[in-house]
């Protein structure tokens, strides 16, 4: 299959188990039911769940395996967008193409909301990867915690939020997105990981190597299209972050070295996966889809 295909069955299959797993919008109370499916099953790439349903197919597992573990990390990656473009974080109008979800109900509903969907996310995996030891369920909710919190992503939004205006070096930069956005990346890959039944330290180590590097790429490439992607497409302001004073990585490589560092760390992440063959293919293809997509 070409990865836009691959693409398309992921996200269908994590769109429908999220359908599955979200309360119904029309039931009370509504108006955070509503808020929840708004902030959820509107556009979106789905970039995190994908990588869990490709690292579990390279290691064997079937696909309905892996459905708790992508609706899990895609319910805390809504929680933390409704949190991050609140007025007392990024204060952003625009999320997806579309208003923000303080924009579309109002603030109180949108904090309520991710609150619900971090717990529902923890839920999920509680009671929906029944094919695996409760042992493993255990690492896969520790592995959960860890990537949201303070030592996370929780803690990357703190960084982010006290470094406007500052002049960080690169490797504070590169600290802070490897909480805020790198830690739940390498959680996806993680789960996936987590949901197969394979035992192995090397490959463990392998796919956490490729997580990171795409996790951070990831990033890079985010601070590129800040600064040349069209609105309409990324589905944001651009320049919103050069609006804002906040450190970036064009700001302090230059654009075309920190188009260098992501392509530097797409390779990186291709070589961590050569002992897994060509089952790693799409894991490969995702690599480079990150550095070279335009949204």
Same mark, same amino acid.
């Given at each position: =299959?070409?990865?836009?295909?691959?693409?398309?069955?992921?996200?269908?299959?994590?769109?429908?188990?999220?359908?599955?797993?979200?309360?119904?919008?029309?039931?009370?109370?509504?108006?955070?039911?509503?808020?929840?499916?708004?902030?959820?099953?509107?556009?979106?790439?789905?970039?995190?769940?994908? &990588?869990?349903?490709?690292?579990?197919?390279?290691?064997?597992?079937?696909?309905?395996?892996?459905?708790?573990?992508?609706?899990?990390?895609?319910?805390?990656?809504?929680?933390?967008?409704?949190?991050?473009? &609140?007025?007392? =974080?990024?204060?952003?109008?625009?999320?997806?193409?579309?208003?923000?979800?303080?924009? +579309?109900?109002?603030?109180?509903?949108?904090?309520?909301?991710?609150?619900?969907? +971090?717990?529902?996310?923890?839920?999920?995996?509680?009671?929906?990867?029944?094919?695996?030891?409760?042992?493993?369920?255990?690492? =896969?909710?520790?592995?959960?915690?860890?990537?949201?919190?303070?030592?996370?992503?929780?803690?990357?939004?703190?960084?982010?939020?006290?470094?406007?205006? /500052?002049?960080?070096?690169?490797?504070?930069?590169?600290?802070?997105?490897?909480?805020?956005?790198?830690?739940? %990346? /390498?959680?996806?890959?993680? &789960?996936?990981?987590?949901?197969?039944?394979?035992?192995?330290?090397?490959?463990?180590?392998?796919?956490?190597?490729?997580?990171?590097?795409?996790?951070?790429?990831?990033?890079?490439?985010?601070? %590129?299209?800040?600064?040349?992607?069209?609105?309409?497409?990324?589905?944001?302001?651009?320049?919103?972050?050069?609006? /804002?004073?906040?450190?970036?990585?064009?700001?302090?490589?230059?654009?075309?070295?920190?188009?260098?560092?992501? +392509?530097?760390?797409?390779?990186?992440?291709?070589?961590?996966?050569?002992?897994?063959?060509? @089952?790693?293919?799409?894991?490969?293809?995702? @690599?480079?889809?990150?550095?070279?997509?335009?949204?």
């Amino acid at each position: =299959m070409s990865l836009t295909a691959t693409l398309e069955q992921y996200q269908s299959q994590v769109d429908r188990a999220l359908d599955a797993r979200l309360p119904a919008a029309d039931s009370d109370p509504v108006g955070l039911h509503s808020a929840m499916c708004y902030a959820v099953l509107g556009p979106g790439k789905r970039v995190r769940p994908v &990588l869990v349903y490709a690292t579990g197919q390279a290691l064997g597992t079937a696909l309905e395996d892996l459905d708790a573990c992508a609706v899990a990390v895609e319910l805390i990656h809504a929680y933390s967008l409704i949190h991050d473009d &609140l007025p007392a =974080m990024d204060d952003d109008d625009l999320r997806r193409g579309r208003p923000t979800c303080h924009k +579309q109900f109002d603030e109180a509903t949108a904090i309520l909301a991710g609150d619900a969907l +971090q717990a529902l996310a923890f839920g999920v995996i509680a009671t929906g990867a029944a094919h695996v030891t409760a042992d493993r369920r255990v690492d =896969m909710l520790r592995e959960l915690a860890q990537a949201s919190g303070s030592e996370g992503m929780a803690g990357g939004q703190a960084m982010d939020l006290a470094a406007v205006g /500052r002049a960080l070096s690169l490797a504070e930069l590169e600290k802070m997105h490897m909480h805020k956005t790198g830690a739940l %990346i /390498r959680a996806s890959v993680r &789960l996936g990981y987590l949901a197969s039944d394979i035992d192995d330290r090397e490959i463990a180590d392998r796919l956490d190597q490729y997580a990171r590097c795409v996790g951070l790429a990831f990033q890079v490439h985010d601070d %590129i299209l800040d600064v040349e992607g069209d609105t309409a497409v990324i589905g944001k302001p651009q320049g919103s972050d050069i609006d /804002r004073n906040k450190p970036t990585y064009p700001n302090i490589l230059g654009m075309a070295q920190a188009k260098q560092t992501a +392509q530097d760390l797409c390779d990186e992440a291709l070589s961590s996966l050569e002992p897994l063959g060509i @089952a790693a293919d799409t894991l490969r293809q995702l @690599a480079a889809y990150i550095v070279n997509r335009d949204r």
